[in-house]
């Protein structure tokens, strides 16, 4: 009786199909079922996520030996048309200096029997490939096989993924990243000495034999030093630099020069603090000491508590004030974040600044501009600062001009602000890393297309057409009045004085 179920059983294992895998591989070109007429195909996806790992071809590993891959996944959506389904295709288009376009087609080893596994979840595949460049807009497409017939509209699902810079926890460990000392650890300690002096120690790499150390200000330099190290090795070194005596809130910025990416090495930065002496030629005086410590703390609680006193004495007074005057008063708002994009040919300081100006002085704006922040640009790269700055604003704006170069020489004078001062323009960048959210009303509300001097939008950016416009200064209190209502994602922080001691008197 025994033998004659466990035959039963394996006979009914045996009739069972099994559970459909993936089996993929390169394909190009378009598959073969799109030449073939269907009366029915399957639908589309239900998700497709993309995210990066770690992958290494050999037995034991180091970190240098490990290549950076999409793990692209995706969920069957739960329909009667999932037993059309015999593959699924995905597409991937790399955008940087290069453009990259590949495709791989993986394959379903069995039929669909069900719309669900037999556990009652969904289907979910993943495929493990691709390989990610630094700091590269990604456009990942994926349908299903056999595809809509020719002439009917194909169902399919997209994602946009950017890849990371060398200061990513994965990205680090590329070669490329790697010779740019994305590993190399200086410990920089920097410290002020004396009024008059800055000191800043660290630890050499022996990638490179020479380093730059700049003391700054407010994004001003102010002294600059300069190391050479020919011992090949990690060695600790010293660096006193001379600084003014108002150089209060001064940073240090530590520049290698390693032989595989220079100028275009990692750089580090970070505040100068106090230096805590360690040792004196005197022992201290331990009762001057306490009463030098005290005498400071209670003159600062005195004048803390007469400016409380006389705070709480003007609050009042114009709480009273305004009571008798107005019978409702209304909390000041933060400040909104504007990021502003506009094209090279655009005159920076005829047309940039001056709308910088409006902003700022009749729309309580804080404006978020490339050209102040060059250096953060370089190091983070312009896609990572993009998508930074693309979270921080509380509305993106497209600027765009009739400036002519003519114009924009006369007005600001020769090689002052024009196009040619730029190192690269990073409108058409912006344009392509934030096109995907024009489709989606939930996205869409963040951006603004300003047309100055009878500009239009034309050309490659005519997917700006679904983004609200605005023509300055014609249709200046709608832009005000739009403005006014972006949610604010920030606190109420210090007005932004970007364009101030270099824009010209509006």
Same mark, same amino acid.
């Given at each position: 009786?025994?033998?004659?179920?466990?035959?039963?059983?394996?006979?009914?294992?045996?009739?069972?199909?099994?559970?459909?895998?993936?089996?993929?591989?390169? &394909?190009?070109?378009?598959?073969?079922?799109?030449?073939?007429?269907?009366?029915?195909?399957?639908?589309?996806?239900?998700?497709?996520?993309?995210?990066?790992?770690?992958?290494?071809?050999?037995?034991?590993? @180091?970190? &240098?030996?490990?290549?950076?891959?999409?793990?692209?996944?995706?969920?069957?959506?739960?329909?009667?048309?999932?037993?059309? %389904?015999?593959?699924?295709?995905?597409?991937?288009?790399?955008?940087?200096?290069?453009?990259?376009?590949?495709?791989?087609?993986?394959?379903?080893?069995?039929?669909?029997?069900?719309?669900?596994?037999?556990?009652?979840?969904?289907?979910?595949?993943?495929?493990?490939?691709?390989?990610?460049?630094?700091?590269?807009?990604?456009?990942?497409?994926?349908?299903?096989?056999?595809?809509?017939?020719?002439?009917?509209?194909?169902?399919?699902?997209?994602?946009?993924?950017?890849?990371?810079?060398? %200061?990513?926890?994965?990205?680090?460990?590329?070669?490329?990243?790697?010779?740019?000392?994305?590993?190399?650890?200086?410990?920089?300690?920097?410290?002020?000495?004396?009024?008059? !002096?800055?000191?800043?120690?660290? !630890?050499?790499?022996?990638? $490179?034999?020479?380093?730059?150390?700049?003391?700054? +200000?407010?994004?001003?330099?102010?002294?600059?030093?300069?190391?050479? &190290?020919?011992?090949?090795?990690?060695?600790?070194?010293?660096?006193?630099?001379?600084? $003014?005596?108002?150089?209060? $809130?001064?940073?240090?910025?530590?520049?290698?020069?390693?032989? /595989?990416?220079?100028?275009?090495?990692?750089?580090?930065?970070?505040?100068?603090?106090?230096?805590? &002496?360690?040792?004196?030629?005197?022992?201290?005086?331990?009762?001057?000491?306490?009463? $030098?410590?005290?005498?400071?703390?209670?003159?600062?609680?005195?004048?803390?508590?007469?400016? /409380?006193?006389?705070?709480?004495? /003007?609050?009042?007074? +114009?709480?009273?004030?305004?009571? !008798?005057?107005?019978?409702?008063?209304?909390?000041?708002?933060? %400040?909104?974040?504007?990021?502003?994009?506009?094209?090279?040919?655009?005159?920076?300081?005829?047309?940039?600044?001056?709308?910088?100006?409006?902003?700022?002085?009749?729309?309580?704006?804080?404006?978020?501009?490339?050209?102040?922040?060059? @250096?953060?640009?370089?190091?983070?790269?312009?896609?990572?600062?993009?998508?930074?700055?693309? +979270?921080?604003?509380?509305?993106?704006?497209?600027?765009?001009?009739?400036?002519?170069?003519?114009?924009?020489?006369?007005?600001?004078?020769?090689?002052?602000?024009?196009?040619?001062?730029?190192?690269?323009?990073?409108?058409?960048?912006?344009?392509?890393?934030?096109?995907?959210?024009?489709?989606?009303?939930?996205?869409?509300?963040?951006?603004?297309?300003?047309?100055?001097?009878?500009?239009?939008?034309?050309?490659?950016?005519?997917?700006?057409?679904?983004?609200?416009?605005?023509?300055?200064?014609?249709?200046?209190?709608?832009?005000? !009045?739009?403005?006014?209502?972006?949610?604010?994602?920030?606190?109420?922080?210090?007005?932004?004085?970007?364009?101030?001691?270099?824009?010209?008197?509006?």
């Amino acid at each position: 009786m025994l033998l004659v179920l466990l035959s039963l059983v394996a006979m009914y294992r045996i009739a069972l199909p099994g559970e459909p895998t993936i089996q993929c591989g390169s &394909e190009p070109g378009p598959s073969p079922e799109w030449m073939v007429q269907h009366n029915l195909t399957p639908g589309d996806l239900r998700s497709l996520q993309v995210e990066l790992v770690q992958t290494c071809s050999k037995k034991d590993c @180091k970190k &240098e030996d490990f290549s950076i891959l999409m793990n692209i996944s995706w969920i069957l959506r739960a329909d009667a048309s999932i037993r059309l %389904l015999k593959a699924t295709k995905i597409c991937v288009t790399g955008k940087s200096n290069m453009e990259s376009y590949s495709c791989v087609r993986c394959n379903y080893t069995e039929p669909f029997q069900r719309q669900t596994r037999p556990s009652g979840g969904r289907w979910t595949f993943s495929y493990v490939g691709f390989p990610v460049e630094l700091s590269t807009v990604y456009f990942i497409g994926a349908h299903n096989i056999p595809n809509a017939n020719m002439n009917e509209d194909s169902p399919s699902l997209s994602v946009n993924f950017t890849s990371p810079g060398c %200061l990513n926890s994965v990205m680090k460990y590329k070669k490329r990243c790697i010779e740019a000392g994305s590993l190399w650890d200086p410990n920089i300690t920097a410290c002020k000495k004396n009024k008059m !002096t800055v000191e800043v120690n660290f !630890t050499t790499s022996s990638l $490179g034999e020479r380093y730059g150390v700049i003391i700054l +200000q407010n994004e001003r330099t102010l002294n600059f030093s300069q190391v050479e &190290e020919h011992q090949n090795k990690p060695t600790r070194r010293s660096v006193a630099i001379s600084v $003014g005596e108002e150089s209060e $809130g001064t940073e240090f910025e530590l520049i290698p020069y390693f032989h /595989l990416c220079e100028p275009d090495c990692i750089r580090r930065k970070g505040p100068v603090g106090l230096c805590i &002496e360690t040792s004196g030629p005197y022992p201290p005086d331990n009762k001057r000491t306490m009463l $030098g410590g005290w005498v400071p703390l209670i003159l600062v609680l005195l004048v803390a508590t007469w400016v /409380l006193a006389v705070g709480i004495y /003007l609050t009042r007074r +114009q709480g009273r004030s305004t009571e !008798t005057s107005f019978p409702a008063t209304s909390m000041l708002l933060p %400040l909104i974040k504007v990021l502003v994009v506009y094209p090279a040919e655009v005159c920076f300081h005829h047309t940039v600044c001056r709308f910088t100006d409006f902003l700022q002085n009749h729309c309580r704006s804080e404006v978020i501009l490339e050209k102040w922040q060059r @250096k953060r640009i370089a190091e983070m790269g312009p896609v990572q600062w993009l998508s930074a700055q693309k +979270q921080a604003a509380d509305k993106v704006v497209f600027l765009l001009s009739s400036d002519a170069h003519g114009l924009c020489s006369s007005a600001c004078g020769p090689n002052t602000g024009s196009a040619s001062e730029k190192a690269q323009d990073l409108f058409p960048l912006a344009f392509n890393l934030f096109c995907s959210d024009f489709s989606t009303q939930a996205h869409l509300h963040k951006y603004m297309v300003v047309c100055l001097g009878g500009a239009d939008i034309k050309g490659d950016y005519n997917a700006l057409s679904v983004c609200p416009q605005y023509r300055l200064m014609k249709d200046a209190t709608a832009f005000h !009045t739009e403005l006014l209502k972006a949610p604010r994602n920030v606190t109420v922080k210090k007005r932004s004085q970007a364009c101030r001691g270099s824009c010209p008197p509006l």
